[in-house]
Nanobody
């Protein structure tokens, strides 16, 4: 399994970015994809998850209303559209794939495979 995250960059506060996670060797309708982020000096935290079961989506409080997770099965790619970006969104963003149970979908340990990360910097 390989996960290729891309789309990060430098953006002003209030701007938007779309992150992509291209998966190979992992069927999106067979498992879950999560977006996590890690800011300097902080622990990695879950941002959004799209689960295999019906493609249901979940958002952390910090992301709800501003971020949208989606998937394109034909491209085997998951996207994270991030709008109204804030300085506090600055972090390295990782996509992860696995088969977490519902109670573990926000845990790093719930995912078996990780991408290399893409850096998002929001200037205030």
């Amino acid at each position: 399994v390989q996960l290729q995250a891309s789309g990060g960059g430098l953006v002003e506060a209030g701007g938007s970015l779309r992150l992509s996670c291209a998966a190979s060797g992992f069927a999106l309708d067979g498992g879950s994809i999560g977006w996590f982020r890690q800011a300097p000096g902080k622990e990695r935290e879950g941002v959004s998850v799209i689960r295999s079961s019906g493609g249901r989506t979940y958002y952390a409080d910090s992301a709800r209303g501003r971020f949208t997770i989606s998937r394109d099965k034909a491209k085997n790619t998951v996207y994270l559209q991030m709008n109204s970006l804030e300085f506090e969104d600055t972090a390295v963003y990782y996509c992860a794939a696995g088969y977490p149970i519902l109670s573990s979908m926000w845990s790093v340990s719930g995912y078996r495979y990780w991408g290399q990360g893409t850096e998002v910097t929001v200037s205030s």
